[in-house]
Structures are given as structure tokens and as C-alpha cells.
């Protein structure tokens, strides 16, 4: 039987302020970059293929403990209420890549046109195309608990999302950049979800086994488990002050910019979210079930995002930049969409549990 996430799993301190924590380090690291850019050249020393070594390090410290939280046995449950499944899957690798597509080359090239020259909306569009193709996969556990979501659905939600990722993340980024015509070596984009995805989801499924096999899986997530709550968010704000001691005369120079590449990474996670919200409402399936299937597809999985813009287009880059726009805005809408489904949960039929 899948266990339920329990109320630990609650949105904690660090991630309730993400937000703050973003733009503080996008301050430091543009402070670092511009009276002490000592600091962000050594830092370039130490790079392999184009990829910084320290930045590859924090990111693996970002997207590990996730991947320990991951509990693959849950894919046999797949039969059980499959139509919310087919709402998660259709909305996150048919819909969701090519709206953020059309939406971001909408803004960026038209609405946008006067105030952000061709090259750069070319490459803030790749960092957006990036976004639009990593669905979220460990956060949705905390929009999951805060929306009275299904505990043990939503791990078979997240667990064959993370399955699809390995097949489906490298094709899609590489077909919507070519569309584009933005020019990406397909070893490189391997390299990273290798890298970034199938190196840490190993390691975590390998960690994830050991530890419940030796101590229990009750001592797995209550004790094991809470050791590395604040390792994601702290490899990921040092990550951004070393990407923002490297993007600070871009932001000088452009500070509009950050505002103008919100907009439409804001609208893209609404318009998702109601996609596959009144989807599951159509269906008529149940609230625990549906608030779920919203989340996943309208947050992302920005961790893998930042470290493919790394790889495939430096530290320094926009497209990074882009991605780094989607971690600050991902928290405080999240919430906007957590309070959404719980004020409608009335349109949803009464809870049914998922057995299993």
C-alpha cells in the first residue's frame, strides 16, 4: 500500500518565501559580479565541455534529494482511476510544451518587439522552451498536500511523469528548437538529461531502496528524508548567486527585461493549471484527484531546466536567465493556484479513496 505524505510535507519556511529568497540572491549575485568579478572568473576556471563544474555540483545537491522522494513501485497502482493519469500526461507532454511555445514567441516577438531585441527573444525563448518541457515532479508533492490532494495518487502521478521525462524531454526541447531556429547539439542536450535526470534518479532510487530495506519505510520518511529539506533550496539559491554574478550586466542593462519575461511564464502556468483542473472537473473526477493533475503540469521542474539552459548555453547566457525567471515566479503563483482549488473543490464530486 502507498503511504500518504504526511503533514510534514506542508510548504516550509524556505519554500513559502522562495520568492524572497530568489530576488535576494539575484541582489547578491549581481553585487558579486559587479564590484567583485574576481569572484565569477575564477569560478569559470573550473568548466568541462562548456559546463561549470560548481554549478553541476549544487545542481546535483537541487535534484538528488528529489529523486530520493520518488517511489517507483507505486507504477504498478497505474490501472486503478486511470482518467486522472491521462489528464496529467495529455496536459504535460501534448499541450502544455507547444502553449508555452506559442505563448513565450507571442510576448517576446510581438507584444514585447519594441523593447527586447530578436536575439535576445530568440534565446529567452529557448530558456522558456525548457520550462514548457519539464513538468514539475517533487514540489507538486507540496501543492498535493496544500490542495487535500490523493497522497497516493498523486506519487503515481509524479513517479510516471519522471518516466516520461527520460523519453520524452529530449525529443520535445529539440523539436521546438529547431522550430525556432535556435541550434542545439543533440549530444550535448543527451549529456544533460543525462547528467541532470537519469544519474539522480538512479542514485536516488538506488538510496531510496538501501535505506528502506536496512532502517524501514517509516524511518525512510520521517527520519531519512527530512535530513535533506533545506539541501535542494540552498543548492539552488547558490546556484543562482554564481548564475547572477555572471548575468549582472545583462540585468543592468535590462533590468525591464525580467518583468517583460515573467508576463508570459505567468499566463502559461494559469492557463495549464485550468486546462487540466476542468478537464478533471468534465471527467467528473474527484477534487483530490483533479487539484493534482493541475499542479504538476502548471509548476515545472525548473531545477532540470536551469541545468540544461547551463549546459547547452553557458552560465552567462539568457536562456538561462529565462529559466531563472521561472523560479521566481513559480512559488507566490502556485499559491494563487492552491487557494483557487481549494475555494472550488465544491465543483467536484464527493472524495473517493484510491485504493491500493
Not at 546556484?239 to 518583468?259: A, C, E, K, M, R
Request: hydrophobic share 55%.
Amino acid at each position: 500500500m502507498i503511504k500518504a505524505i504526511g503533514k510534514s510535507a506542508g510548504i516550509g519556511f524556505f519554500e513559502k518565501y522562495l520568492t524572497v529568497w530568489v530576488i535576494l540572491c539575484m541582489a547578491a549575485g549581481v553585487l558579486i559580479g559587479r564590484f567583485l568579478p574576481a569572484v565569477p572568473e575564477f569560478l569559470s576556471r573550473f568548466e568541462y565541455e562548456q559546463v561549470s563544474i560548481p554549478i553541476a555540483i549544487l545542481i546535483w545537491l537541487m535534484i538528488y534529494p528529489m529523486m530520493m522522494k520518488v517511489d517507483f513501485a507505486s507504477v504498478k497502482y497505474i490501472g486503478k482511476n486511470p482518467k486522472g493519469l491521462y489528464v496529467t500526461w495529455a496536459t504535460n507532454w501534448l499541450i502544455k510544451p507547444f502553449t508555452m511555445y506559442a505563448i513565450a514567441y507571442f510576448f517576446l516577438f510581438v507584444v514585447f518587439k519594441q523593447w527586447i531585441a530578436p536575439d535576445l527573444a530568440k534565446s529567452y525563448l529557448a530558456g522558456a522552451i525548457l520550462l514548457g518541457a519539464a513538468p514539475c515532479t517533487a514540489m507538486v508533492f507540496v501543492w498535493s498536500y496544500l490542495t487535500k490532494g490523493n497522497a497516493a495518487y498523486t506519487v503515481v502521478q509524479v513517479a510516471t511523469n519522471d518516466l516520461i521525462i527520460l523519453i520524452a524531454f529530449s525529443p520535445t526541447v529539440a523539436f521546438l528548437m529547431g522550430i525556432s531556429g535556435i541550434k542545439i547539439p543533440w549530444g550535448t542536450l543527451l549529456l544533460s538529461v543525462l547528467l541532470f535526470v537519469v544519474i539522480p534518479l538512479i542514485g536516488g532510487v538506488l538510496t531510496r531502496v538501501i535505506v528502506i530495506s536496512k532502517k524501514g519505510l517509516d524511518y525512510f520518511n520521517h527520519t531519512f528524508l527530512p535530513k535533506f529539506n533545506n539541501v535542494t533550496i540552498a543548492g539552488l539559491l547558490l546556484t543562482l548567486v554564481i548564475i547572477f554574478s555572471f548575468q549582472g550586466d545583462v540585468i543592468i542593462d535590462n533590468p525591464l527585461h525580467i518583468i517583460l519575461i515573467a508576463i508570459p511564464l505567468t499566463l502559461q502556468t494559469f492557463l495549464i493549471f485550468f486546462i487540466a483542473y476542468l478537464t478533471s472537473k468534465k471527467l467528473k473526477l474527484n477534487h483530490c484527484i483533479a487539484a493534482p493533475a493541475g499542479m504538476i503540469g502548471a509548476s515545472n521542474f525548473f531545477e532540470l531546466s536551469v541545468a540544461v539552459a547551463i549546459s547547452l548555453f553557458g552560465p552567462k547566457s539568457p536562456a538561462a536567465l529565462a529559466t531563472i525567471v521561472g523560479v521566481l515566479t513559480e512559488v507566490p503563483v502556485m499559491l494563487i493556484l492552491v487557494k483557487i482549488a481549494n475555494r472550488t473543490a465544491h465543483w467536484f464530486p464527493a472524495e473517493e479513496k484510491l485504493r491500493t
